[in-house]
């Protein structure tokens, strides 16, 4: 380990945990243990299971890499712990993760600073029998996606146009969660923009055969693409990449993330959701977009960890 290198401490990369991206954060949380071993980081990869507070009382590390997707790890949970014993991390700190991963509070955030974001509406568990169906369609325009409030890895989210339809996906949206939001569907382009240390990265254009980027696109088609440069024009790009930041920091993100957009009939950019800790595999889209910044793999984990000290 080198001089530089020992600053870090011992770094325990957490990943794994009880949500339902607990293989992605497994995956993840290898690909950034591995690249720490090859940058001779005094290093360890420890799969948190269903209780993270059992790992991190324990404290035998002095610096945190979190690799947790989904609850605990991404909403402020983990964070929480970690400020309290007072031992550096990786990524947002509590606040702004419980905001990013709050899909209806994000987009309140967004909306009170004038930032587009499509227009939608939240509904609560025990309100479910309440709802007026096709009186929500007809306000949000017709077609609808409909999220839970706080998942992620687009697990489920359904994309309806029927009264019928979005009932039913509403009901499946809140076996995941007791808040719901129905989401106007915008037809644009799909676009994603990495964050690293306060870099925007270049964008990443979205491409797949249905029109919806949903689970099965993002982890089982072998059709979805990912087009990095995304073909945007220079001037249309550093909008995109200052539209982002500013979602990004209009939420006291820090770190690293990513914000996802989408374009509306009028080729306008509009805001879906912040992530604060994405994939980190060799093929997730922040090390996408990195490497086309000429930024390597182990470097970008590097400039990551460098963001906790």
Known sequence: MTTANAQFGRVAVLCGGKSSEREISIESGGAVYDA???????????????????????????????????????????????KLLK?????????????AMDK????????????????????HLESRKKQKWSKILSHLGGGVIVKPCREGSSIGISSV????????????AFDFDDRVIIEKKLT????TVGIIADQALPSICIKT??????????YRSTTTRYLCPSGLSKSRELALQSF??????????????????ITDDKGLFHLLEVNTVPGLTKSSLVPKAAEAAGIKFDDAVYRILETSL
């Open 104 to 123: 209806a509070r994000s987009k309140q955030v967004w909306r009170s600073l004038g930032l587009a974001t499509p227009d939608f509406i939240e509904i």
């Open 188 to 191: 644009g382009q799909e676009y």
């Open 244 to 261: 982002c930041y500013d979602a990004y920091t209009a939420l006291g993100c820090t770190g690293w993330g990513r914000v996802d957009v």
């Open 36 to 82: 720490l071993t090859r940058l001779s980081i005094d290093s360890q990869l420890i799969d948190v299971g269903d209780n993270f507070l059992d790992v991190v009382f324990e404290k035998t590390f002095d610096r945190v890499f979190i690799a947790m997707h989904g609850s605990d790890g991404e909403d402020g949970s983990l964070q929480g712990a970690l």
């Open 209 to 218: 055969d249905t029109g919806f980027y949903d689970f099965q696109s993002k």
């Open 87 to 99: 031992i550096p991390f990786t990524g947002s700190k509590v606040l702004a993760s419980a905001l």
């Open 161 to 172: 146009d029927t009264a019928e339809a979005l009932e039913q996906a509403s009901s499946w």
